[in-house]
């Protein structure tokens, strides 16, 4: 290990310190935006200016100071979007607009009517004060503006809503608070190391997108803008004023709550998309209509993954590999972290510890699993290194201010850093996946692209300097939240280029922007191995979830530190219903690996794990849907329940899906939980025991340390896997479950997706499964919900439980596509009201019905 890295790491065993990060009074931009706000407005619209053409409305927008002329146009788009943007109509020098995160241009409609929302545009021409104009100093940094000052903001309305969600991400509350002055919310991609919980500071992503919600409506803003943003919020609740007095009658006037969201960004321009919903389900269309859904991911990365910094040699890697066949714990993939490279050079092996890098995935292919490791943006400077020589020769490095290839410190020592935002760097780091480049890969190894935001220690902010010059002759400034989403991008299209477009990509990215969702997972990063980072995970979780990101997840057990023993039973069966679900450690930390704590700690961990197993039949047909219709998969109550006030704060419970609510244990030593089960007219069951209870109420739930509350909504049908092997790959074949949970009207829905898991047949040859599974009046059926899908299946449904039902019947039978009927053996309890149908042989992709009578 070099010096700088020596250096560098022993910083880093620190929790976050504030002072290398700015806080927004340090910002110029945002000081000067404030002081504008303060003032009267100097802009106004020029009605005479108003045109209508066949797609949009455009005016122009004079600042009366200074007679500059700005031009606005607003779009309509197909779904109920409105796009607004406003630019100066004869710029000295071009501004930015963010390309390639829109899917493509959208489809624009006559613009028939206005937004209700109120908007006020602030387009600041700075004045000469001494305001970071030409140049801004921060510690020993000094960031010089070759084009001078630039700040763009933008005042909205929005009466009558109070509740706002979304611009991650941030260590904060899923509702989105109030900010005072010098409070705003950052979104600027940073590098922080324990970053400190409840607290608006930008950490290692940023989608400009929120949401508003109120009882009857939800919009939603889209800022698309990829340079430093920051956004303030302040509601004004409803109040009521008491107007005259006349005798004993006092006349009354009721004033409407009102939120104000002010955004404000460095650059680039004004463009902002107005989704005006109606219903949740409206606006995740509507933005996935504009950045795209969730990518389908293959099966195995919604498995557990097994990760630290580092495993230390092949040696290790078949260790924990036996270790987890021999404590019969499944898992799916195996991490290796930035000490498996020749020197942190990617794309490259240890030569003594990973000697032979395809014989370890051969073993890891015996067992059906996967490997996954890291490759970063930085690129050790040396001559002897190809990929530093090939880059360099071909000018696909960051540049200087003085045109030299950017330079700073990270993990390698001095690095120069790709500029991923030129379409040819892009292509050409894709091509280092193919598996003659790359070589000692094979076609099981996956990615993980960390350290992009990007970091560069030393660097101000632990990031790039902002006038460094990029593809186009763009300023970092202009483009720096969406370095990691070009990283992400460039990684995915390698790995589906490597198989000539037929197997799917799995890519897991520290940093991201809006429509990282497209490319694969994000997680929460260096999070700190205490009680208060768990709780937080479900808050940050369910803000990336309703911001498109629905492949997300946090470090189980706590990145940094080492976890309790209670707490790491409880991470995991927290984590084993979220979307990622991977444990990761910091070098510096103890071994974690799930059984070195204990035999009845490792029974609790196996058993968090396989129940994640047990349900990967509905994990996978949610992001199915995630994927096709642009549900999140994790979902806040408010979106599953929109017009239930008590909802709409609510951060320490949420839904998998429509079917399950998960209530994690995120306490010490808790005996008891208090879990809200929504709906008047709901029903709802405990998974564990199947006890019934009604909704729109809160019930007190015992907690042993094996017991994490989790209830199945009545009316719903859930499958799972009836068996549970050593990974994902071992159990394609084997059966299914029903677990069938009646509405208070005796009927259920549900759904299974099935396809191959890996490759995109299922979206170039319709090749795929998706049934649809109904309950009424006593009967249980089996159908297509989608006739384009054909796949072929020898999987059964052997089990199928029954939660709910009041009566024992007398007799059950099933009836075969083919006509023909067979009666079944089944246990009733009458305690807990359910009926249980075993050693079943009913195909997943036929018809049938099951009649209890």
Not at 427 to 444: C, H, K, M, N, R
Not at 500 to 526: C, H, I, M, N
């Amino acid at each position: 290990m070099e010096a700088a890295e020596k250096e560098e790491i022993s910083v880093k065993d620190e929790a976050v310190d504030k002072n290398i990060f700015r806080d927004c009074n340090r910002i110029a931009f945002y000081r000067r935006q404030k002081q504008w706000l303060s003032k009267k407005s100097t802009y106004q619209v020029l009605l005479d200016s108003v045109t209508t053409v066949e797609d949009s409305t455009r005016f122009q927008i004079i600042n009366e100071a200074s007679k500059v002329p700005l031009l606005a146009e607003i779009y309509g788009i197909e779904g109920n979007i409105f796009r607004l943007k406003i630019n100066e109509e004869s710029p000295l020098k071009p501004r930015y607009e963010v390309p390639d995160v829109l899917t493509s241009k959208p489809s624009t409609v006559r613009t028939a009517k206005e937004n209700e929302e109120e908007a006020s545009v602030d387009t600041s021409q700075e004045n000469q004060e001494d305001l970071g104009l030409w140049e801004e100093k921060f510690g020993k940094f000094v960031d010089i503006k070759a084009n001078g000052p630039s700040s763009i903001g933008l005042d909205f309305s929005l009466h009558e809503f109070e509740h706002l969600y979304g611009i991650p991400q941030h260590a904060e509350s899923h509702q989105l608070k109030n900010t005072g002055d010098g409070d705003a919310y950052r979104l600027y991609n940073l590098d922080v190391y324990g970053y400190q919980i409840h607290d608006k500071m930008g950490i290692y992503g940023s989608v400009p997108y929120l949401l508003a919600h109120k009882l009857g409506r939800t919009i939603g803003i889209f800022w698309l803008n990829a340079s430093e943003t920051l956004v303030e919020i302040n509601t004004e609740p409803a109040v009521e004023y008491t107007l005259t007095q006349m005798g004993p009658v006092a006349a009354k006037q009721k004033v409407r709550s009102r939120t104000h969201v002010h955004w404000m960004s460095e650059s680039g321009i004004i463009d902002v998309f107005l989704l005006t919903g109606p219903t949740p389900s409206d606006v995740f269309r509507q933005y996935s209509h504009l950045t795209g859904t969730q990518a389908m991911p293959p099966l195995f990365s919604l498995g557990y993954h097994q990760c630290r910094w580092n495993y230390e040699d092949e040696q290790d890697v078949k260790a924990v590999d036996a270790g987890f066949d021999e404590h019969d714990i499944p898992y799916d993939a195996m991490w290796l972290d930035i000490e498996h490279t020749e020197g942190k050079r990617y794309f490259t092996w240890d030569k003594k510890r990973f000697a032979n890098p395809k014989k370890m995935q051969e073993l890891l292919r015996s067992k059906k699993r996967k490997l996954v490791v890291i490759s970063d943006p930085h690129i050790k400077i040396d001559p002897d290194y190809s990929v530093y020589v090939k880059a360099k020769d071909q000018g696909f490095f960051v540049r200087n201010q003085e045109g030299e290839d950017f330079e700073g410190v990270c993990w390698p020592g001095l690095s120069s850093y790709l500029d991923f935002t030129n379409p040819k760097v892009r292509e050409w780091y894709s091509s280092l996946f193919a598996f003659p480049v790359y070589q000692g890969s094979t076609d099981i190894l996956f990615l993980w692209n960390d350290m992009n935001e990007p970091s560069v220690f030393r660097g101000p902010e632990q990031t790039m300097q902002k006038n460094a010059i990029h593809h186009g002759n763009w300023e970092h400034r202009e483009l720096h939240n969406i370095y990691g989403f070009y990283h992400q991008m460039a990684t995915a299209e390698g790995l589906i280029q490597r198989s000539k477009g037929k197997e799917r990509p799995f890519v897991l990215t520290r940093s991201f922007f809006a429509g990282s969702q497209k490319y694969g997972a994000v997680w929460t990063g260096d999070n700190t191995a205490e009680w208060s980072y768990l709780k937080i995970s479900i808050p940050m979780l369910l803000t990336l979830s309703i911001t498109g990101i629905s492949f997300c997840g946090a470090d189980i057990g706590g990145f940094i530190g080492n976890p309790e023993t209670e707490l790491l039973v409880r991470w995991y069966q927290a984590g084993a219903y979220q979307p990622f679900f991977r444990g990761h450690a910091t070098m510096n930390t103890k071994r974690r690996e799930p059984w070195l704590f204990g035999e009845e700690h490792t029974r609790l961990i196996r058993e968090a794990i396989r129940e994640r197993y047990g349900l990967l039949p509905y994990w996978y047909s949610l992001f199915y849907h995630a994927h096709v219709a642009s549900q999140p998969v994790m979902r806040p109550l408010w979106v599953e329940f929109p017009n239930e006030l008590k909802t709409f704060d609510m951060e320490d419970e949420y839904m998998l899906g429509s079917a399950l609510l998960i209530h994690p244990v995120t306490e010490p030593k808790a005996t008891i939980v208090d879990v809200f089960l929504p709906g008047s007219n709901e029903v709802w069951y405990d998974c564990k025991t199947f006890a019934c209870w009604e909704g729109g109420c809160t019930v007190k739930i015992p907690v042993a340390l094996d017991t994490i509350p989790v209830f199945q909504r009545g009316g719903s049908v859930v499958p799972i896997k009836t068996t549970i092997g050593k990974s994902t790959g071992w159990m394609t074949e084997s059966s299914y479950g029903l677990r069938v949970a009646l509405s208070t009207k005796g009927s259920s829905v549900g759904e299974l997706y099935l396809d191959d898991g890996h490759s995109f047949q299922y979206l170039h040859q319709q090749q795929f499964l998706h049934r649809k599974f109904s309950f009424c009046s006593s009967v249980l059926i089996n159908s297509s919900a989608d006739q384009r899908g054909h796949y072929p299946s020898k999987c059964v449904v052997e089990q199928i439980l029954v939660l709910g039902l009041r009566k024992e019947p007398s007799s059950v039978i099933t009836h075969s596509s083919d006509g023909k009927d067979q009666p079944v053996a089944f246990m009733y309890c009458a305690k807990t009201s359910t009926l249980s149908l075993k050693n079943l042989s009913l195909n997943i992709a036929t018809d049938w019905e099951v009649h209890i009578i």
